[in-house]
């Protein structure tokens, strides 16, 4: 079983508000992930590190920030939600045998 | 391009019952080729994880297997349980970068009926 967690699991929240999906691992992977999946639909990298203060945007283009301070945090930042960002949005961590473990997901509906 | 695709994109069938779900690839350098289970609303669990040289592997009642010839892979799920209702997704891993970058599949969404 993966130690890899996510915060909330579920939120809704107005249109412009700030928000922060919250990720954390206790296996100390240097590298983590965030993807993107729409319902019936590909997981889509958004966010990726290799380790602490490094940071990359990944294939689908997001309007979200991260940051890499710890090796066991990587939260996702939206300055000001819109409808378009509501998903459901998955960290994950990868082990030196390049196996990806992922979160439980939050699930983000913008009104 | 690359990419992953999966068939069919949903099957039903009776508890009890065998099932095999379709995987086909065209991601080169090709590096692994794994099968997550995702339960709804859940993130993706890995049941299997493949490499160049691998044909099949087993992991209880899943068997994975792959052509990489043809760039195929199949999951079989033998006596199919109400649990495995799920979504399996096929991924597969390039060799190209180091961020051994991952392509997913769509997904096949499985319902077992009792």
């Known amino acids: 079983e993966a130690d890899i967690y996510q915060t909330p699991r579920y939120l809704v929240i107005g249109t412009g508000k700030k928000i922060t999906l919250e990720c954390s691992q206790t296996?100390?992977?240097?590298?983590m992930y965030w993807y993107q999946q729409d319902p019936g639909m590909e997981l889509h990298l958004i966010h990726y590190?290799?380790?602490?203060?490094?940071?990359e945007k990944g294939d689908l283009s997001s309007e979200s920030t991260v940051s890499r301070i710890r090796t066991e945090h990587f939260p996702l930042t939206l300055e000001s939600a819109r409808p378009s960002h509501t998903s459901q949005y998955l960290c994950?961590?990868?082990?030196?045998?390049?196996?990806?473990?992922f979160g439980p997901g939050t699930r983000l509906t913008v009104t | 391009k690359n990419q992953v695709e999966q068939s069919p994109q949903s099957l039903i069938i009776l508890e009890g019952k065998n099932c095999t779900l379709q995987c086909n690839y065209t991601v080169s350098p090709f590096s692994n080729l794994r099968w997550y289970k995702q339960d709804t609303g859940r993130g993706p669990v890995s049941l299997t994880i493949?490499?160049?040289?691998?044909n099949t592997k087993s992991n209880g009642r899943y068997t994975a297997t792959l052509d990489a010839d043809t760039k195929q892979s199949s999951l079989h799920i033998t006596a199919s349980q109400l649990s495995d209702s799920a979504s399996y997704i096929c991924v597969v891993s390039d060799r190209g970068s180091t961020l051994g970058r991952l392509y997913f599949g769509r997904g096949t969404q499985l319902t077992v009926w009792p």
């Open positions: 296996m100390g992977h240097d590298k």
């Open positions: 994950a961590s990868r082990d030196s045998a390049y196996e990806q473990y």
């Open positions: 493949m490499t160049f040289s691998e």
């Open positions: 590190s290799y380790g602490v203060n490094s940071t």
